[in-house]
Structures are given as C-alpha cells and as structure tokens.
Nanobody
Framework: RVQLVESGGGSVQAGGSLRLSCAASGFTYSMNCMAWFRQVPGKEREGLAGIYMGGLLTYYVDSVKGRFTISQDNSDKTLYLQMNSLKPEDTAMYYC????????????????????WGQGTQVTVFS
C-alpha cells in the first residue's frame, strides 16, 4: 500500500528556513514524479516543485524558484523541500504527492491530479 508521510512543518519567523520531509513506501520510488503542493483554506491547491528520475529532473513554479529546493534521498525513499527566505504568504498546509507520469512533474503549476497524497504538514510564517 502506498504511503506518504510528511514531517518538518512548524512556525518560523519571516526570513527563516524550514525543511520538510516526506517518507515514501509501497511503490517504485524512482519511477514516479514526486512533488510538493500547498493549500490555504478556501483556496486551490498550489503546485510548488516536482522531481523525477531519481532527482535528475526538477521543476519549480515561479513563486518559489530560488527560495525552495526539492530533493530526494533514493536510498531511504525520502523527499525533501528546503524552504529558505520564508514569507508570511508561504503559510499553508504542505503536501507531498506521487504519480507515475513525468508530464505531471513538467506541468506542476497546472496539473494537480496526482495519484497519491500525504496527509500534510502545517507551515506558519509570522512577521
């Protein structure tokens, strides 16, 4: 059974950093697009970054490019999101997701129907 379990969320002052983790199990990790999304209550889920082919390919949306870095450890099937220079508008529930389709990584800004989702971890950035 596929499982994605996020951790690492919390409260941080604006300008600070957090690293989110997502432990994956139950599927062929390196052959899936792994991605991070976030959602604020009352708003649509927002794609942030995707990684594929064991880390050879990465994709970012413009709003986080240069501040967030997606990476993965293939040995223990853990996905990471390093978030730097955090802003209050980054406050949201953050989710990791997995899907076999490379195209979903390439279109992370618009494609949100990933096959598997974690339960989310809350990030709060205060000014």
């Amino acid at each position: 059974r596929v499982q994605l379990v996020e951790s690492g969320g919390g409260s941080v002052q604006a300008g600070g950093s957090l690293r989110l983790s997502c432990a994956a199990s139950g599927f062929t990790y390196s052959m899936n697009c792994m991605a991070w999304f976030r959602q604020v209550p009352g708003k649509e889920r927002e794609g942030l970054a995707g990684i594929y082919m064991g880390g050879l390919l990465t994709y970012y949306v413009d709003s986080v490019k240069g501040r967030f870095t997606i990476s993965q450890d293939n040995s223990d099937k853990t996905l990471y999101l390093q978030m730097n220079s955090l802003k209050p508008e980054d406050t949201a529930m953050y989710y990791c997701a997995a899907d076999p389709a490379l195209g979903k990584c390439q279109n992370i800004a618009t494609v949100h129907d990933f096959e598997h989702w974690g339960q989310g971890t809350q990030v709060t950035v205060f000014s």
